[in-house]
Every structure is written in C-alpha cells, then in structure tokens.
T-cell receptor
C-alpha cells in the first residue's frame, strides 16, 4: 500500500542553523501539508500546498518557514534559523480526494 | 471555542470495550477522523466518518456521530494490549485537519 515517507527520522541541530525536512508524498496525490506536534501537545497545522503554491498557512508558519516541491516527488519544509521552540515532531501529509495520509514524522531537536 | 475536545486519559481492562469521546466545533466539517499514535510513532488513520452518517463500523471499531450535539465517539470492542496508544479525534476544517489533544488509552491486565 502506498505511503508517505519522511527523512530523516530524527534531526538534531544547533539553534540558528537551517534545516530541511523532506517528504515524499503518495505519488498520485496533489495536495500536500505540514503539521507539527510539540512534545506532549496536540498536532497543529502549519501549511497546505497545491499547484506549486501555498494554499493556506497558520500563524506558526512565519517568515522563518518555507516549503517547496523541488521536483516531481519531494516536498520539503525549510526552517531558516531554528529556535529552541522549533523542537517538535514534524508530520508531512498528502491527500487524494478526501483523506489526508500522514508520514511517520521527523523529530527535530534544536539545541 | 475553536478546539476539538477530548478527555486526556482512559483506563480499560483487557477484553472490555473502550469508548473514547470527543466534541468538535465546526458544524460544516465534512469528515471526522480518529487517528492512533503509538509511542514514538506517526499518525495512523484508524477510521473516518462522513458528516452525513450516524455510525460506521469496521471490525472492532465503531464510530458514532451525533451531529446535533457535535459529539463523536470511538468504541473499541475487546480491547487488547496492542490498542494501548494515544487516540486523536480530528475534524476537517477548510482544507486542514484540526486535532484534539488526544486520549491516552491504558490497558489494565
């Protein structure tokens, strides 16, 4: 069964560094998303992406964040200058007609 | 409010039924979801229900939807140790999913 994949599974970085989290959505899906889950808290929407542009973004998704679909398969989330509070699990999701399917997540630890 | 609400903890004896309750906020939500998250793992879509349905059954899982009260429940029959996880109730809102804080299901021997 096709699934969303994410790499790396765990990323450790120093505060102020740039990180890129990678996702490979399900191949025939056209809608892509990033969510995050701070430890012990609920999953929060960050951004949705369709037709090579952002459809919607939350208040969390400030100028430090960007998304890109650099080729036909990858969907990336970049954090330009990481802060301690960016430490979280980041989930990518993709959608066909109605249901979003989530990847296994990347745990980002900012030191 | 804008939150999806659910209780944080539930303890159930192995073999009994578990019922996890949730209230949501957006009456225009098209879909309501239950996701399962095991420790250190991702979000597994367990089941979902279309908003014009009252009930959906899938093997040991039964979802009940009361649209008037905006109340959603998940019943797990014959609860097993492998059901130990956090269960997230979620609603579709525009093109995003809004999650509750999750109910941690603990199985007693």
């Amino acid at each position: 069964e096709p699934e969303v994949t994410q790499t790396p599974s765990h990323q450790v970085t120093q505060m102020g560094q740039e990180v890129i989290l990678r996702c490979v959505p399900i191949s025939n899906h056209l809608y892509f998303y990033w969510y995050r889950q701070i430890l012990g808290q609920k999953v929060e929407f960050l951004v949705s992406f369709y037709n090579n542009e952002i459809s919607e973004k939350s208040e969390i998704f400030d100028d430090q964040f960007s998304v890109e679909r650099p080729d036909g398969s990858n969907f990336t989330l970049k954090i330009r200058s990481t802060k301690l509070e960016d430490s979280a699990m980041y989930f990518c999701a993709s959608r066909d007609t109605d249901t979003q399917y989530f990847g296994p997540g990347t745990r980002l630890t900012v030191l | 409010g804008e939150d999806v609400e659910q209780s944080l903890f539930l303890s159930v004896r192995e073999g009994d039924s578990s019922v996890i309750n949730c209230t949501y906020t957006d009456s225009s939500s098209t879909y309501l979801y239950w996701y399962k998250q095991e420790p250190g793992a991702g979000l597994q879509l367990l089941t979902y229900i279309f908003s014009n349905m009252d009930m959906k059954q899938d093997q040991r899982l039964t979802v009940l939807l009361n649209k008037k009260d905006k109340h959603l429940s998940l019943r797990i029959a014959d609860t097993q140790t492998g059901d130990s996880a956090i269960y997230f109730c979620a609603e579709s809102r525009d093109d995003k999913i809004i999650f509750g804080k999750g109910t941690r299901l603990h199985i007693l021997p």
